[in-house]
């Protein structure tokens, strides 16, 4: 079991960049399991898968996001890294990272977009 662990703003303006960094421990983002992921949760809404960053690298993204979501990695830190631009009120949600043999999930963070 790894343990994760997501950090970032919890306030963000709109039209801003938002930045969020999972760092893992327990475990390795280039050996265990395969695919290591974002997913947020909306206010009354159900979760959303928005990308992932698979152990050799590979980048996958929802199409809803319409490219405005990057994944990337520190793999001297094992971290891994969502980047959403041009944000607005409706990406505010609390974000979740996860992977792992086990699909072991982080805590969660609350972002929120406002001016």
């Known amino acids: 079991q790894v343990q994760l662990q997501e950090s970032g703003p919890g306030l963000v303006k709109p039209s801003q960049t938002l930045s969020l960094t999972c760092t893992v421990s327990g475990g390795s983002i280039t050996t265990n399991g395969y695919w290591w992921k974002w997913i947020r949760q909306s206010p009354g809404k159900g979760l959303e898968w928005m990308g992932a960053?698979?152990?050799?690298?590979?980048?996958i993204y929802s199409p809803s996001l319409k490219s405005r979501a990057s994944i990337f990695r520190d793999t001297s830190k094992n971290q891994f890294t969502l980047q959403l631009s041009s944000v607005t009120p409706e990406d505010t949600a609390v974000y979740y990272c996860?992977?792992?043999?086990?699909?072991?999930w982080g805590q969660g963070t609350q972002v929120t977009v406002s001016s």
């Open positions: 960053i698979a152990v050799d690298g590979i980048t």
């Open positions: 996860c992977g792992g043999d086990s699909l072991d």
